[in-house]
């Protein structure tokens, strides 16, 4: 299944990260673009949601000097414009491989693509890891652990579906039952021709 592929290279690209632990260490993908496709557009995608999983820790601090801020919510939005990309990256990579599949007659699309749902699916590794190391951390109280717990249960069963429902998508592609169609995210905000305020309108 693709998502056994998908679940165990986010937690590689996780438990990597949290080796060095900073959103200044240096990325290495340890897999090939051609001959690992799928899987460099994996590690990749989930290596730009984990690092800014941790900007939108850092600029929560209260303490937070204000240029500071202003430069890390740069670094965001940059973050943000890349996972998006990465998202149609893995959309190319899907439409490539379904490209010589007919969709049946009474094919139907989905409200989402492939990759959109591999982004949530990414998300959610990073909420499991870090919602269990809560339910493990020294100094929390017993009812803090157990709430988390009871959040990590969660998190596991939504995966799991998650994950199924993801492999029944790509399933129904593969089989003509749906059929995938790719918008591409136009975003205005980093336009300089679509926001006002950066064309020099007040």
Same mark, same amino acid.
């Given at each position: 299944m693709?998502t056994?592929t998908a679940?165990?290279i986010?937690?590689?690209?996780? =438990?990597?990260y949290?080796? @060095? &632990? $900073?959103?200044?260490?240096?990325?290495? #993908?340890?897999?090939?673009?051609?001959?690992? !496709?799928i899987?460099h557009?994996?590690y990749?995608?989930?290596w730009?949601d984990?690092?800014?999983?941790?900007y939108?820790d850092?600029?929560?601090?209260?303490?937070?000097?204000p240029v500071?801020?202003l430069?890390?919510?740069r670094?965001i939005?940059?973050?943000?414009?890349?996972?998006? =990309?990465?998202?149609?990256? @893995? &959309? $190319?990579?899907f439409l490539?491989?379904y #490209?010589?599949?007919?969709?049946k007659?009474? !094919?139907?699309?989905?409200?989402?693509?492939?990759?959109?749902?591999?982004?949530?699916?990414?998300?959610?590794a990073?909420?499991v890891?870090?919602?269990?190391?809560?339910?493990?951390?020294?100094?929390?109280?017993?009812?803090h652990?157990a709430?988390?717990q009871?959040?990590l249960n969660i998190?596991l069963?939504?995966?799991? &579906?998650?994950?199924?429902?993801?492999?029944?998508?790509?399933?129904?592609?593969?089989?003509?039952?749906?059929?995938?169609k790719?918008y591409?995210?136009?975003k205005m905000y980093?336009?300089?021709?679509?926001?006002?305020?950066?064309?020099g309108?007040?």
């Amino acid at each position: 299944m693709f998502t056994n592929t998908a679940n165990t290279i986010f937690k590689e690209v996780i =438990d990597t990260y949290h080796v @060095i &632990d $900073s959103v200044d260490q240096k990325f290495s #993908n340890p897999y090939d673009s051609k001959s690992q !496709a799928i899987e460099h557009l994996l590690y990749r995608k989930c290596w730009i949601d984990t690092v800014q999983w941790h900007y939108e820790d850092i600029i929560r601090d209260p303490q937070i000097d204000p240029v500071a801020a202003l430069k890390l919510k740069r670094q965001i939005d940059a973050s943000n414009q890349d996972r998006t =990309d990465m998202v149609e990256y @893995i &959309d $190319s990579y899907f439409l490539e491989k379904y #490209n010589d599949v007919s969709p049946k007659n009474n !094919a139907t699309i989905n409200t989402e693509s492939p990759a959109w749902g591999v982004d949530r699916l990414s998300i959610l590794a990073l909420k499991v890891y870090h919602m269990h190391e809560e339910t493990v951390r020294q100094g929390a109280s017993d009812a803090h652990k157990a709430a988390c717990q009871a959040k990590l249960n969660i998190l596991l069963e939504q995966r799991v &579906d998650l994950s199924t429902a993801i492999d029944t998508l790509l399933n129904d592609i593969e089989n003509g039952d749906k059929y995938m169609k790719v918008y591409k995210q136009m975003k205005m905000y980093n336009d300089d021709e679509l926001n006002p305020v950066l064309r020099g309108e007040k």
